[in-house]
Nanobody, 119 residues
Framework: QVQVEESGGGQVQAGDSLSLSCAAP????????MAWFRKAPGKEPEFVASITWTGDVTYGTDSMKDRFTITRDNAKKTVSLEMSRLEVDDTAVYHCVVQQVAGVRADFWGQGTQVTVSL
């Protein structure tokens, strides 16, 4: 089991920026493939972005690619999601996920952090 904890959510206005952080303080963090998913009320979980242990990144949609940036700091054992030009539709609980550990499928989810975007 890998502990995962998100922070940085909050309530902002459309057009604002927000930064989320995920701590996964395992000894093998450098081998983790990490991702962010989000879950809005009444909707299925949606893939937001991922970053492999080698630093390769993927985004869920072109809009996310244009507005969001995922990075990792192996020394601090954290993954960040920088979000800009937030939209009302970005409102959701954002979850950090450990997808793989040393190449082995893992799927460890954090409790999530709420992001609320209002007009």
């Amino acid at each position: 089991q890998v502990q995962v904890e998100e922070s940085g959510g909050g309530q902002v206005q459309a057009g604002d920026s927000l930064s989320l952080s995920c701590a996964a303080p395992g000894r093998a963090f450098g081998t983790y493939d990490m991702a962010w998913f989000r879950k809005a009320p009444g909707k299925e979980p949606e893939f937001v972005a991922s970053i492999t242990w080698t630093g390769d990144v993927t985004y869920g949609t072109d809009s996310m690619k244009d507005r969001f940036t995922i990075t990792r700091d192996n020394a601090k054992k954290t993954v960040s999601l920088e979000m800009s030009r937030l939209e009302v539709d970005d409102t959701a609980v954002y979850h950090c996920v450990v997808q793989q550990v040393a190449g082995v499928r893992a799927d460890f989810w954090g409790q999530g952090t709420q992001v609320t975007v209002s007009l």
